[in-house]
């Protein structure tokens, strides 16, 4: 039986190992390393669109690896949602990320965004929602985040 202690520290777990992984090792290949080389050749925006629209895919392919059903099939219902925060909420996202790297330089401050980002999507901004209200809400979450 799972007792609330053990809930609260799945919870720490999760947080630490997202800070981690997610913030930190991520941040290091997308901002630290990626970032700083597309800039030699591209301006801001550009950069913002390539690493953002790879950061989703990167993203995408474990959501697509683990909608499956034990044979295989896609579930369409549980991909498609995900499919539009990760092509429209990660690359706006990444906009203010590369903008604050690109006037701070700070690594950390994107490590801070990015482990902010990971858990307003899971722990604060997830509504309860499916299917086509998920979508809705993912396309009002794309259409703030780049108002911003």
Same mark, same amino acid.
């Given at each position: 039986?799972?007792?609330? /202690? ?12 997202? #800070? ?5 090792? /991520? /941040?290091?290949? %997308? ?17 913002? *669109? ?23 099939? *896609? ?47 899971? %722990?604060?901004? #997830? ?16 259409? #703030?985040? %780049?108002?911003?």
């Amino acid at each position: 039986m799972v007792t609330a /202690e053990d809930k609260v520290g799945t919870v720490i777990q999760g947080i630490i190992i997202g #800070l981690v992984f997610g913030g930190f090792l /991520e /941040e290091m290949g %997308w901002t630290g390393f990626a970032v700083p080389k597309l800039r030699q050749n591209y301006g801001v925006v550009t950069t913002d *669109l390539i690493v953002g629209l790879l950061h989703g895919l990167w993203h995408l392919l474990p959501t697509y690896w683990s909608t499956g059903d034990a044979a295989g099939a *896609l579930s369409l219902s549980d991909f498609i949602p995900p499919l539009f925060f990760y092509a429209g909420v990660l690359p706006a996202y990444r906009v203010l990320m590369v903008w604050l790297y690109d006037r701070t330089g700070s690594l950390f401050l994107n490590i801070l965004m990015h482990a902010a980002l990971t858990a307003a999507a899971l %722990w604060i901004l #997830l509504p309860a929602a499916t299917g086509a209200s998920l979508v809705i809400y993912y396309l009002l979450l794309t259409a #703030l985040m %780049w108002a911003v």
